[in-house]
């Protein structure tokens, strides 16, 4: 199975994922979650979607966390120019598998395109590390994409296809139970077209229980 070479990429310029600002759907969903704590963005690239989830809640911290320095430095100059706070938006070097949650567990984890990026033989170790990081009675916010075909990671991408099933196979074992979910009203929804205009995208969201 072929792995992308994440640092490599970011040396290189080679992200054709970043689209420049945060989904339309997160950016609406953002102020709907009452929270007022400690929030996650793994595999955040350039943070756009940091930065929303951070202007969105009033007290809240939002952690943006990618293997990339590259990606680091570039998702904090975006911030200071954004005129979102230091303390409100921070930015970790660190692999989402090692990451001890720097000092807590979080209210909130958003995934959007960090669950495609893995090989799909690492989906239950993500959603093991998801259940070790939400808070009990915490939400996870998966934006599910690229939904396409079984989903199962063997056809389509990049760099492997998804399916909400995917996500609840893994999720649901080690806790996690689903709030909401579906399709995203159009009005929400990205453009793909100039990538594969067969891709689709749904949302899940998960409540860890409380034992
Ligand atoms: C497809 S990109 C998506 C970036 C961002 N979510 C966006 O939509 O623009 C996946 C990102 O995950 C990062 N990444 C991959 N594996 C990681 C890991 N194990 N820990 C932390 N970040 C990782 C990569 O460096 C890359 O920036």
Not at 8 to 31: C, E
Not at 34 to 50: E, F, I, K
Not at 97 to 119: H, I, N, Q, S
Request: charged residues 20%.
């Amino acid at each position: 199975m072929s792995t992308v070479d994440w640092q490599q990429r970011w040396v290189d310029g080679n992200t054709p994922w970043d689209f420049g600002a945060a989904h339309p759907f997160l950016v609406h969903k953002s102020s709907s979650f009452s929270l007022t704590g400690r929030a996650l963005v793994p595999g955040c690239g350039s943070g756009y979607d940091v930065l929303a989830l951070a202007r969105g809640g009033r007290e809240r911290t939002v952690i943006g966390l990618d293997l990339s320095e590259v990606a680091r430095k570039r998702a904090i100059a975006l911030r200071d120019d954004s005129g979102v706070s230091a303390e409100r938006a921070q930015f970790v070097v660190a692999d989402f598998f090692e990451y001890d949650g720097g000092g807590g567990r979080f209210e909130l984890v958003y995934d959007y395109t960090f669950f495609c990026a893995l090989p799909p033989a690492w989906r239950e170790r993500w959603a093991a590390k998801m259940a070790q990081l939400v808070s009990p009675g915490g939400r996870l916010f998966t934006l599910v994409f690229p939904v396409y075909g079984r989903g199962d990671g063997s056809e389509g991408g990049p760099p492997f296809s998804v399916s909400p099933e995917a996500y609840a196979t893994v999720l649901e074992p080690v806790g996690f139970v689903q709030e909401e979910g579906g399709a995203i009203p159009s009005e929400y929804a990205r453009d793909y077209s100039s990538m594969n205009p067969s891709f689709q995208e749904r949302y899940a969201i998960w409540v860890l229980r409380k034992e």
